[in-house]
Protein backbone atom coordinates (compact mmCIF):
# COMPACT_ATOMS: atom_id res chain seq x y z
CA UNK A 1 0.00 0.00 0.00
CA UNK A 2 1.16 3.65 -0.89
CA UNK A 3 0.11 7.11 0.16
CA UNK A 4 0.21 9.85 -3.04
CA UNK A 5 -0.61 13.37 -3.20
CA UNK A 6 -1.97 14.64 -5.81
CA UNK A 7 -1.12 18.02 -7.28
CA UNK A 8 -3.27 20.17 -9.98
CA UNK A 9 -1.84 21.70 -12.31
CA UNK A 10 -4.19 23.34 -14.29
CA UNK A 11 -7.92 23.58 -12.96
CA UNK A 12 -10.27 20.69 -12.87
CA UNK A 13 -13.54 20.78 -13.84
CA UNK A 14 -16.19 17.95 -13.34
CA UNK A 15 -19.98 18.58 -13.61
CA UNK A 16 -20.68 16.55 -10.38
CA UNK A 17 -23.66 18.34 -9.16
CA UNK A 18 -25.92 20.88 -10.87
CA UNK A 19 -26.24 23.82 -9.32
CA UNK A 20 -29.61 25.59 -8.27
CA UNK A 21 -28.66 29.12 -9.54
CA UNK A 22 -29.62 28.77 -13.13
CA UNK A 23 -30.22 26.24 -16.12
CA UNK A 24 -27.06 24.19 -16.58
CA UNK A 25 -25.22 25.37 -14.00
CA UNK A 26 -22.61 22.57 -12.75
CA UNK A 27 -19.95 22.62 -9.89
CA UNK A 28 -17.19 20.65 -9.67
CA UNK A 29 -17.09 18.53 -6.04
CA UNK A 30 -14.13 19.04 -4.08
CA UNK A 31 -12.87 15.24 -3.62
CA UNK A 32 -12.03 13.11 -6.62
CA UNK A 33 -13.41 9.87 -7.19
CA UNK A 34 -11.48 6.45 -7.33
CA UNK A 35 -13.14 5.77 -10.44
CA UNK A 36 -11.83 7.74 -11.79
CA UNK A 37 -8.37 7.96 -10.86
CA UNK A 38 -7.99 4.41 -11.44
CA UNK A 39 -8.68 4.63 -14.92
CA UNK A 40 -6.77 7.71 -15.20
CA UNK A 41 -3.52 5.90 -13.54
CA UNK A 42 -3.97 3.17 -16.36
CA UNK A 43 -4.30 5.04 -18.97
CA UNK A 44 -1.57 8.03 -18.15
CA UNK A 45 0.76 4.75 -17.48
CA UNK A 46 -0.20 2.58 -20.30
CA UNK A 47 -0.91 -0.78 -17.37
CA UNK A 48 -3.50 -2.33 -19.41
CA UNK A 49 -5.47 -1.94 -22.73
CA UNK A 50 -9.20 -1.83 -21.76
CA UNK A 51 -11.07 -1.12 -25.39
CA UNK A 52 -13.49 1.51 -25.78
CA UNK A 53 -17.38 0.11 -26.24
CA UNK A 54 -19.34 2.18 -28.50
CA UNK A 55 -22.03 -0.39 -27.81
CA UNK A 56 -22.37 -0.41 -24.50
CA UNK A 57 -25.34 1.33 -22.88
CA UNK A 58 -23.54 1.44 -19.05
CA UNK A 59 -20.51 1.94 -17.43
CA UNK A 60 -18.42 -1.42 -17.08
CA UNK A 61 -16.71 -0.43 -13.33
CA UNK A 62 -15.42 -3.83 -13.19
CA UNK A 63 -12.94 -3.83 -15.80
CA UNK A 64 -11.05 -1.89 -12.76
CA UNK A 65 -10.17 -5.56 -11.71
CA UNK A 66 -8.12 -5.86 -14.55
CA UNK A 67 -5.97 -3.13 -13.62
CA UNK A 68 -3.20 -4.05 -10.84
CA UNK A 69 -4.28 -0.65 -8.82
CA UNK A 70 -6.89 0.42 -7.41
CA UNK A 71 -7.14 3.43 -5.10
CA UNK A 72 -9.04 5.35 -2.35
CA UNK A 73 -10.89 8.63 -2.89
CA UNK A 74 -8.58 11.59 -2.91
CA UNK A 75 -9.59 14.34 -0.53
CA UNK A 76 -7.84 17.81 -0.63
CA UNK A 77 -5.52 18.49 2.20
CA UNK A 78 -7.38 21.77 2.96
CA UNK A 79 -10.50 23.85 1.08
CA UNK A 80 -9.49 24.02 -2.21
CA UNK A 81 -10.11 27.33 -3.93
CA UNK A 82 -12.62 27.87 -6.51
CA UNK A 83 -11.87 29.07 -10.08
CA UNK A 84 -14.36 31.59 -11.20
CA UNK A 85 -17.49 31.39 -12.37
CA UNK A 86 -17.11 30.44 -16.35
CA UNK A 87 -19.98 30.61 -19.16
CA UNK A 88 -19.53 28.01 -21.70
CA UNK A 89 -21.83 28.61 -24.80
CA UNK A 90 -23.30 25.52 -27.32
CA UNK A 91 -23.13 25.62 -31.10
CA UNK A 92 -26.26 24.88 -32.61
CA UNK A 93 -23.96 25.21 -36.02
CA UNK A 94 -23.62 21.90 -37.56
CA UNK A 95 -21.58 20.51 -40.59
CA UNK A 96 -21.69 24.15 -41.48
CA UNK A 97 -25.27 24.74 -41.57
CA UNK A 98 -27.96 25.62 -38.77
CA UNK A 99 -29.78 22.46 -37.41
CA UNK A 100 -33.04 24.87 -37.23
CA UNK A 101 -34.98 21.96 -35.09
CA UNK A 102 -32.36 21.94 -32.51
CA UNK A 103 -33.39 26.05 -32.90
CA UNK A 104 -37.07 25.52 -32.76
CA UNK A 105 -36.96 23.34 -29.46
CA UNK A 106 -34.25 25.63 -27.87
CA UNK A 107 -37.05 28.40 -27.75
CA UNK A 108 -39.18 26.71 -25.81
CA UNK A 109 -36.56 26.28 -23.24
CA UNK A 110 -34.93 28.61 -20.69
CA UNK A 111 -31.43 29.41 -22.70
CA UNK A 112 -30.28 25.76 -22.62
CA UNK A 113 -27.23 27.04 -24.78
CA UNK A 114 -26.04 28.71 -22.37
CA UNK A 115 -24.04 26.73 -19.46
CA UNK A 116 -22.25 27.94 -16.38
CA UNK A 117 -19.68 25.96 -15.05
CA UNK A 118 -17.12 26.55 -11.59
CA UNK A 119 -13.76 23.92 -11.07
CA UNK A 120 -11.37 23.83 -8.40
CA UNK A 121 -7.99 25.71 -8.56
CA UNK A 122 -4.44 24.28 -9.80
CA UNK A 123 -2.10 23.61 -6.86
CA UNK A 124 -4.31 22.48 -5.12
CA UNK A 125 -3.07 19.08 -3.44
CA UNK A 126 -5.29 15.99 -2.23
CA UNK A 127 -4.34 12.67 -0.65
CA UNK A 128 -5.04 9.21 -1.67
CA UNK A 129 -4.20 5.60 -0.93
CA UNK A 130 -2.69 2.75 -3.66
CA UNK A 131 -3.11 -0.24 -3.05
CA UNK A 132 -1.54 -3.10 -5.84
CA UNK A 133 -1.30 -6.64 -6.88
CA UNK A 134 1.04 -8.91 -9.18
CA UNK A 135 3.77 -7.39 -7.92
CA UNK A 136 3.18 -4.56 -9.52
CA UNK A 137 5.42 -0.98 -8.82
CA UNK A 138 3.97 2.05 -9.32
CA UNK A 139 6.10 4.98 -10.46
CA UNK A 140 7.36 7.93 -7.53
CA UNK A 141 6.19 10.68 -9.67
CA UNK A 142 3.77 10.31 -13.01
CA UNK A 143 1.26 12.64 -14.27
CA UNK A 144 -2.04 11.67 -15.18
CA UNK A 145 -5.82 13.40 -16.81
CA UNK A 146 -8.52 13.93 -15.29
CA UNK A 147 -12.13 16.07 -15.48
CA UNK A 148 -14.41 16.88 -18.21
CA UNK A 149 -12.76 15.82 -21.77
CA UNK A 150 -9.54 15.17 -19.65
CA UNK A 151 -8.62 18.70 -19.71
CA UNK A 152 -7.12 18.47 -16.02
CA UNK A 153 -3.52 17.81 -15.59
CA UNK A 154 -2.54 16.47 -12.31
CA UNK A 155 1.00 15.37 -10.80
CA UNK A 156 0.55 12.55 -8.71
CA UNK A 157 3.84 12.08 -5.97
CA UNK A 158 4.69 8.72 -3.50
CA UNK A 159 4.34 10.00 0.07
CA UNK A 160 6.80 8.41 3.04
CA UNK A 161 5.15 5.88 4.78
CA UNK A 162 1.16 4.83 5.21
CA UNK A 163 -1.67 6.70 5.79
CA UNK A 164 -3.86 5.25 8.48
CA UNK A 165 -7.04 6.64 7.21
CA UNK A 166 -9.02 7.28 4.22
CA UNK A 167 -11.96 8.24 2.42
CA UNK A 168 -13.53 4.82 0.53
CA UNK A 169 -15.97 4.61 -2.06
CA UNK A 170 -18.50 2.16 -1.06
CA UNK A 171 -20.05 1.64 -4.33
CA UNK A 172 -16.69 0.23 -5.63
CA UNK A 173 -16.58 -1.69 -2.57
CA UNK A 174 -19.51 -3.18 -3.05
CA UNK A 175 -20.24 -3.33 -7.23
CA UNK A 176 -16.30 -4.25 -7.93
CA UNK A 177 -15.61 -6.27 -5.39
CA UNK A 178 -18.96 -7.86 -3.86
CA UNK A 179 -19.03 -6.61 -0.84
CA UNK A 180 -22.86 -6.57 -0.64
CA UNK A 181 -22.66 -4.99 2.92
CA UNK A 182 -19.74 -3.99 4.98
CA UNK A 183 -19.81 -5.00 8.20
CA UNK A 184 -17.80 -3.84 10.92
CA UNK A 185 -16.73 -0.82 8.48
CA UNK A 186 -16.25 2.39 10.44
CA UNK A 187 -16.59 5.98 9.27
CA UNK A 188 -16.82 9.40 10.32
CA UNK A 189 -19.64 10.64 7.60
CA UNK A 190 -20.73 9.32 4.81
CA UNK A 191 -21.93 11.30 1.39
CA UNK A 192 -24.18 10.32 -1.25
CA UNK A 193 -23.31 12.56 -4.00
CA UNK A 194 -24.33 10.14 -7.08
CA UNK A 195 -25.19 6.71 -7.59
CA UNK A 196 -21.75 6.12 -8.56
CA UNK A 197 -20.02 7.43 -5.38
CA UNK A 198 -20.94 6.64 -1.56
CA UNK A 199 -18.04 8.08 0.63
CA UNK A 200 -17.24 7.03 4.14
CA UNK A 201 -14.74 9.50 5.72
CA UNK A 202 -12.04 8.82 7.87
CA UNK A 203 -11.79 4.91 7.28
CA UNK A 204 -9.46 3.16 8.60
CA UNK A 205 -6.49 1.62 6.05
CA UNK A 206 -5.96 -1.41 6.98
CA UNK A 207 -9.64 -2.50 7.10
CA UNK A 208 -10.12 -0.95 3.42
CA UNK A 209 -7.07 -2.90 2.56
CA UNK A 210 -8.57 -6.16 3.66
CA UNK A 211 -11.32 -5.40 1.79
CA UNK A 212 -9.78 -4.59 -1.66
CA UNK A 213 -8.01 -8.17 -1.26
CA UNK A 214 -5.95 -9.19 -3.18
CA UNK A 215 -4.60 -5.54 -3.38
CA UNK A 216 -2.13 -5.02 -0.90
Not at 35 to 53: D, R, S, V, Y
Not at 82 to 92: E, I, P, Q, S
Not at 113 to 142: C, H, S
Amino acid sequence: MYTYKLTLLSPLFYRSRQDSGAAGATVTDTWIGDLAICFAINKALGITHIPFKYTSNKPEYEDILSIPVVTSVAVPDSEPKRTRLYDVATNFMSEGYPNMPAIENSARTSMKNWLKRQGIEPGTEYTFVMAVRDNYMPPAQFTIRLGNMQETLALCQRLPGNAKNLTANLFTLKHVFGHESIQGLEYEILERPSQQYVLAHEVDAAKWLSLVAPYV
